[in-house]
């Protein structure tokens, strides 16, 4: 491996932490907040931001390491299908399936939107060669 893929992955490991991180920070204050009204909220809002940011990512930032730092690492980090699997399977055995339905329903639609507003955004900021 060179010292350049070295060095990406250096970023990326460094920005997947601090991704990491802010999840659990805002996931955290989110749930602590509003956790009794809306179960696993810090984890919805957490996923919905981390897909408008990385249709924006995705839009605006050239190949190389800094989007490979932050599209694979600080958003990897960030957002977490593994806890919307766990929290999905915990209102399943807790037989709360209305808000399962709604949890599936928002993670699902507003993804999509996001991602896509994001791209959008990100287009208008950055236009493409010839637009």
Same mark, same amino acid.
């Given at each position: 491996m060179g010292r350049d893929a070295l060095? !990406?992955?250096?970023? @990326?490991?460094l920005a997947g932490g601090t991704g990491a991180t802010l999840r659990v920070v805002l996931g955290g204050l989110l749930d602590a907040?509003?956790?009794?009204?809306?179960?696993?909220?810090?984890t919805l809002v957490v996923n919905l931001i981390?897909?408008?940011? +990385?249709?924006?990512?995705?839009?605006v930032l050239p190949a190389?390491?800094?989007?490979?730092?932050?599209i694979g690492g600080l958003l990897?980090?960030?957002?977490?299908?593994?806890a919307f699997a766990l929290f999905s399977f915990e209102l @399943?055995?807790?037989?709360?399936?209305? @808000?399962?339905?709604? !949890?599936i329903g928002l993670h699902l639609?507003?993804? +999509?939107?996001?991602a896509a507003a994001g791209m959008a955004l990100?287009?208008?900021? @950055?236009p493409s060669p010839g637009e």
């Amino acid at each position: 491996m060179g010292r350049d893929a070295l060095r !990406q992955l250096l970023w @990326v490991f460094l920005a997947g932490g601090t991704g990491a991180t802010l999840r659990v920070v805002l996931g955290g204050l989110l749930d602590a907040r509003l956790g009794e009204r809306f179960p696993y909220v810090g984890t919805l809002v957490v996923n919905l931001i981390g897909c408008f940011a +990385i249709g924006l990512a995705a839009a605006v930032l050239p190949a190389g390491t800094p989007r490979t730092a932050i599209i694979g690492g600080l958003l990897g980090g960030f957002t977490t299908y593994s806890a919307f699997a766990l929290f999905s399977f915990e209102l @399943v055995r807790d037989e709360r399936l209305g @808000v399962l339905a709604l !949890q599936i329903g928002l993670h699902l639609s507003l993804g +999509i939107l996001l991602a896509a507003a994001g791209m959008a955004l990100g287009r208008m900021l @950055v236009p493409s060669p010839g637009e």
